[in-house]
């Protein structure tokens, strides 16, 4: 089934805040919201899950640190032993800066590779954004219609409560 | 900041408009805390007859971590007056109160200095035969000592004073005018602390060992004194909720609460680890004496076990966002940073009186049985003495509304 969209356009973030949470009371499909910013509370009334990039950055700092950690380990005492200052070719206070260096990049680049491979982002992507407007001074609150005979006109009357500005109906896509 | 609107107490949500000088410690707290106090100071009189140097040694630990308490709260509010912070405005009265302990913390130095011939072997010694020393001896002598403690502990009461009344003026006032004095009165305190801690730490614990000599040391106590300062303010967040106060404090509050812990916890242990490794590899005689003490016998123990209790715990536990959020985990921590940062002032003060391993005996307690109650009351004294939420800020609002 081809899906059919509404598009709510606000000007307050007050308003979205309040119509994500009464599009959720009344068990609508809240699809999407579209901000200028990052809005404050957004993520809690949308009911979304915490990020799991966290665990990727962990996992890739990690794995940089146990990396170098062997790799140090295996050029300083088996490959190539260097005297350095009478010190033992093991030495570990001298492999842990490099270590930590590693730690911190393999985390920091784990982590924006994840987030542009999950939201599908590459250089050159058109944005699907519902309206160029969305970057600069309105909030768009998109919701799903799951059902053929699921009305748009609910939603509206349900918007208007919350003093929108524009209510489109979209099908198959919301950009 | 003129474009900040001024807050009314109207403003305010219900029950968080004036509510004086209520907070107390329950009078059986007060008092099991004085009596802690009085057993304290009559084991440290023992203490001084029967055990002189450990105890001396004991007392300088107690008035370091005392004193610390107090500088962490106003560095604290200092820097959110010059970072222009307005999140931790509704609780800024709690690290305020740490400050107002600040006057315990320096009675406890002046006490422990009192024992300058006892701990410093650089006030008695035959300087002709010590070059270095005597070297060092137009910084290390006992006149220069002395009027350096006082004018540190001077600077430190003064600006603390003249802060807190400013934001405590602010109150009646509910203007601008004293948060813009208190920026410049922070923006003065925060250069001066940085030179008078630095010294301070180079006279009071450094000049312990006068050979020995660790460019980044003042770096290295302010990290330890202002994690434990962190862990403090948040112990006492959760005995102020506990005891229904505070009822601005949010779950934000903490989250950055914790993230500053999380934050110079790992900064402690960078700073831990730069002194270390840059003395292990010069491998210079007169810098790693320090550390060879540090690594006789037990001392390697607890020099092993000062960056897991103070670093590597702290990190792996607070590094996940749940746990930033999460008092009963926060508290748990915090107690551990406490400890930790006495094992750190520990391994930092004590191999000079205890050369062949570590002791902890009723001498290395007895002045912390002194000292930390007093801090405490001090703190809820301050506390109980004003309103708990600064109603006057202009920054309150935003504070209110945190949101991390």
């Known amino acids: 089934m081809t899906h059919r969209f509404v598009l709510g356009t606000f000007r307050s973030e007050d308003d979205v805040l309040g119509v994500v949470k009464a599009v959720r009371a009344r068990k609508l499909s809240l699809h999407d919201v579209y901000t200028p910013y990052a809005v404050h509370g957004l993520d809690e009334a949308m009911g979304l899950r915490p990020s799991r990039l966290t665990w990727v950055c962990f996992l890739a700092g990690a794995v940089g640190f146990g990396l170098t950690m062997l790799f140090q380990y295996y050029t300083s005492a088996f490959d190539w032993p260097l005297n350095v200052g ?65 009305s748009a ?22 950009a | 900041m003129e474009t900040q609107a001024v807050t009314r107490t109207a403003d ?53 971590y005392a004193l610390g308490i107090g500088l962490a709260g106003i560095v604290f509010v200092a820097l959110g007056y010059v970072t222009g912070a307005g999140w931790a405005v509704a609780i800024r009265r709690v690290p305020e109160a740490m400050a107002g302990s600040l006057p315990v913390g320096a009675l406890a130095v002046v006490v422990a200095l009192v024992g300058l011939p006892w701990l410093y072997h650089w006030t008695h010694v035959d300087l002709s035969a010590d070059p270095i020393l005597e070297a060092k001896s137009w910084w290390l002598n006992t006149g ?61 614990i450094m000049s312990l060992e006068p050979h020995w000599y660790s460019t980044v040391f003042g770096i290295y106590t302010f990290s330890g004194m202002f994690t434990c300062g962190l862990a403090v303010f948040i112990l006492l967040l959760a005995a102020l909720k506990r005891m229904g106060k505070l009822a601005v404090l949010r779950e934000s509050h903490l989250h950055d609460l914790g993230r500053l ?105 007895a002045p912390l049985m002194v000292a930390l109650p007093w801090v405490v009351l001090a703190t809820f004294k301050a506390l109980g003495g004003r309103n708990l939420v600064p109603e006057g800020d202009p920054y309150l609002v935003e504070s209110l509304h945190h949101h991390t």
């Open chain 2, 261 to 365: 812990l999380f934050g110079f916890a790992t900064f402690w242990g960078y700073i831990w680890f730069c002194q270390y490794m840059l003395i292990w590899y010069g491998a210079i005689p007169e810098e790693t004496a320090y550390y060879l003490l540090r690594e006789q016998g037990a001392w390697h123990v607890l020099s092993v076990m000062n960056p897991i209790v103070n670093w590597l715990i702290p990190f792996l536990i607070l590094l996940p966002r749940p746990a930033k959020r999460n008092l009963g985990l926060l508290v748990k921590v915090c107690v551990l940073i406490l400890l930790g940062h006495w094992l750190d002032l520990f391994v930092m003060i004590n191999p000079t009186v205890m050369a062949d391993g570590p002791v902890l005996g009723l001498w290395e307690i």
């Open chain 2, 144 to 204: 220069g000592f002395v009027v350096r403690a006082v004018l540190y502990l001077a600077v430190w009461l003064g600006l603390t004073r003249a802060i807190r009344r400013n934001s405590e003026r602010q109150d009646a006032t509910h203007g601008v005018e004293e948060t813009r004095r208190n920026v410049l009165l922070s923006a003065v305190f925060l250069i001066a602390f940085g030179f008078t801690f630095s010294a301070a730490s180079f006279d009071w």
């Open chain 1, 153 to 174: 006109e609910d939603v509206q009357m349900l918007m208007e409560g919350f003093g929108v500005e524009a209510v489109d109906e979209r099908v198959g896509g919301v």
């Open chain 1, 86 to 150: 009478g010190k033992p070719y093991n030495s570990l206070p001298a492999f842990i800066p490099i270590a930590f260096e590693a730690t911190v990049l393999f985390a920091g680049m784990a982590v924006v590779i994840a987030l542009f491979i999950r939201c599908g982002l590459y250089p050159g992507k058109k944005a699907k954004i519902p309206g160029p407007r969305v970057t600069n001074d309105r909030f768009v609150v998109v919701v799903r219609l799951d059902s053929a005979d699921a």
């Open chain 2, 12 to 64: 305010l949500p219900d029950g968080l408009a004036p509510q004086g000088p209520s907070v107390e410690l329950p009078p059986r707290v007060t008092r099991a805390l004085q009596g802690v106090s009085i057993v304290g100071a009559v084991l440290v009189v023992v203490g001084l007859l029967v055990s002189t140097d450990r105890t001396w040694a004991a007392m300088l630990l107690a008035s370091q």
